[in-house]
């Protein structure tokens, strides 16, 4: 009798354990996948923000260099001298030819240079901490309704009409970030419009 409650016992006991055991590992496996999905999440929106920053760097870069044609005194026919081409040249954004455009940096300035295919032709930026390449490219479209050609009115006298035709004064410049996460692509898109509103005033 006292063998076989003491059989019973150890099989409770070893039983117990590999309850337990199996327990433990169903949770530390769970625990794990957590916290490799966390990991993922969490490089994810780390490139995510990287990539806002590339798309606000073109933004930027865009700004200061209409701000910079004003400071050269180009004149209102100058503010958007923003295209490089090879011999060092800037030239106006010509609206009708090339809308998709890259960034260019020389010794002296900022420009950018007309794309035809963004998806082989854009600027790849590779940021060593993670290990991505980002891929980036705007796009340059004039727009109506913001402020006229005539740049002889007045700020007073500036109506404002959506159906107005597109305005040599205001360019919309977007501009598209993608990246290769895992084997999908991830992509970003900001949008602003840049004016020559220096003349009417």
């Known amino acids: 009798m006292k063998n076989s409650r003491l059989q019973t016992k150890k099989a409770f006991g070893l039983l117990e354990v590999l309850i337990s055991a199996g327990i433990i590992v169903v949770i530390l496996g769970a625990m794990t996948v957590a916290a490799r999905q966390s990991m993922k999440q969490t490089q994810s929106l780390q490139n995510r923000a990287q990539a806002l920053y590339l798309a606000q760097e073109a933004i930027e870069s865009l700004r200061q260099m209409r701000d910079t044609n004003w400071l050269n005194n180009t004149g209102d026919n100058g503010w958007d001298n923003m295209v490089y081409d090879a011999s060092g040249i800037y030239g106006k954004v010509n609206y009708s030819i090339a809308n998709n455009y890259v960034l260019r940096f020389d010794t002296n300035r900022f420009g950018v240079a007309p794309i035809t295919d963004p998806s082989t032709q854009s600027e790849i930026v590779k940021i060593e901490t993670p290990g991505i390449e980002f891929n980036r490219y705007l796009r340059i479209e004039n727009v109506g ?43 970003i898109q ?3 419009i840049l004016t020559n509103w220096r003349p009417m005033y």
């Open 190 to 192: 900001i949008s602003e």
């Open 145 to 187: 309704g913001l402020i006229p050609n005539d740049n002889t009115n007045s700020a007073k006298q500036i109506v404002i009409n959506a159906k107005d035709p597109a305005s040599d004064n205001a360019m919309k410049v977007t501009v598209n970030v993608n990246w290769l996460e895992g084997v999908s692509t991830k992509s």
